[in-house]
């Protein structure tokens, strides 16, 4: 059963710049391993979003709820409640420059707000519910050791400050054009078989809430 205030067992998160392409596809590959589970997703596009970038201006520091002057102004806080309430939470992102693109960077760094209530020890945040994170990264280079390493730690240390653990990310390599990930039959039974296990995961938590 979906969690109160957000309408589907897994939230999947597609990051990419570029619509139709493979994070794209690799999101509605996750949605249809979820729906194979038995469990609901719900795909979330971030460049259908506004989000502003952080002003370094420390006030979420200073404020009793570690709030944001830029709260209300963009959209920002409507996907941050998705992250707080979801059961489960997956990206779908490809990697530029070894990291994650700028709009999702920009909504990171925007979370600093949460970084702080941890950091002050704010009930709200410290009860929020730890629940598990999925990360599937599409990248156009076919080779280099440290590819993923930059956008998986961003995520890792983004996410935790919501009680969410990121699992090991599914790292794709050598797909560039934008249907290489749907030409390409192994990526995308990996893919797949994430989104299965995300879906498990869900029910898993459900019934053990
Ligand atoms: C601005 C930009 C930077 C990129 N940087 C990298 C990179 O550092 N390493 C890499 O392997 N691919 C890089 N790529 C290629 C993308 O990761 C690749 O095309 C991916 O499939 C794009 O995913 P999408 O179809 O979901 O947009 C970059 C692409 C763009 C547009």
Redesign the pocket.
């Known amino acids: 059963m979906p969690a109160e205030g957000f309408d589907a067992d897994v939230a999947i998160f597609a990051c ?3 619509a139709g ?6 999101a509605a590959l996750l949605a249809s391993g979820v729906a194979q589970a038995g469990a609901t997703a719900r795909v979330l596009a971030l460049r259908d979003y506004s989000v502003l970038p952080c002003l370094a201006c420390r006030a979420c520091a200073a404020h009793g709820q570690s709030r944001c002057v830029l709260a209300g102004k963009d959209q920002a806080e409507e996907l941050f409640a998705v992250l707080m309430r979801a059961p489960v939470v997956l990206f ?8 994650l ?1 700028s709009l999702c960077k920009t909504w990171v760094d925007r979370s600093q707000r949460f970084w702080e209530a941890r950091r002050k020890g704010d009930p709200w945040v410290l009860t929020l519910r730890e629940r598990a994170a999925y990360a599937c990264f ?4 076919p080779t ?1 050791q440290k ?1 993923f390493d930059g956008a998986r730690l961003t995520l890792k240390y983004f996410l935790v400050n919501f009680g969410l653990a990121l699992g090991e990310p599914l790292g794709l ?1 050598g ?4 249907d ?2 749907a030409a390409n039959a192994e990526a995308s039974r990996l893919v797949l078989q994430q989104g299965r296990e995300a879906g498990q995961r869900a029910l898993e938590a459900a019934h053990s809430a």
């Open positions: 990419s710049h570029r392409g493979n994070s794209d596809a690799a779908a992102s490809p990697i530029y420059f070894y990291a693109p599409v990248a156009g280079q280099g590819l390599r797909l560039d054009g934008r290489d990930l």
